[in-house]
């Protein structure tokens, strides 16, 4: 092979390898911008969802203080809520509560509640101390409080009085980790 057809190969084996090698970093650049677009749609849809919780949260803004106030999105403190029930006592002429169990219902895939069911059994001279007794446990109570069932009764004899069982739902949000 004469020196001109060796040049000719080294040329054309230079020329082709620099082919390839351009297409190939053309190639790579097209992945990097493929995925720089795709993480670009990924950050504006974040932003974008991000945007409108913020929204929603500035929105509701008071109803969220409500909750936080009642301890909706703290731990149930039962000692707490004993404390609470000991000073609603002398409304009534007899008063004694059940804390049922705790149990989760879940309402979605990441949303789930924490209810507890306390049950009141009460006894007073008149049926207005009752109903103050429920008002001030619906309003004061730390928690959130879903009446489920109230019963009085009249007991008739000596002295007469007002039997009451009233049931109400302890609820809150159940943290996720």
């Not at 969220?64 to 000692?79: C, T």
């Not at 879940?106 to 101390?129: A, C, G, H, R, Y």
């Amino acid at each position: 092979m004469s020196r001109e057809g060796l040049l000719f190969a080294v040329l054309g084996c230079a020329a082709c390898s620099g082919l390839w090698a351009a297409i190939d970093f053309r190639q790579t650049q097209e992945r990097g911008f493929n995925r720089a677009v795709g993480e670009r749609s990924c950050f504006q849809q974040e932003n974008q969802s991000l945007r409108e919780n913020l929204t929603f949260l500035e929105s509701h803004q008071k109803d969220i203080d409500f909750l936080n106030e009642k301890g909706w999105f703290f731990p149930k403190n039962r000692l707490i809520a004993r404390e609470f029930l000991e000073d609603l006592r002398p409304l009534l002429k007899e008063v004694s509560y059940q804390f049922d169990p705790e149990a989760v219902k879940e309402l979605k895939e990441n949303v789930s509640l924490k209810v507890t069911q306390i049950s009141f059994e009460t006894m007073s001279i008149l049926d207005v101390e009752v109903y103050a007794f429920i008002e001030n446990l619906l309003n004061q109570f730390p928690g959130v409080l879903i009446l489920r069932d109230l019963i009085l009764r009249r007991q008739e004899g000596e002295p007469h009085s007002i039997q009451g069982t009233v049931v109400v739902d302890w609820v809150a949000m159940e943290g996720k980790s």
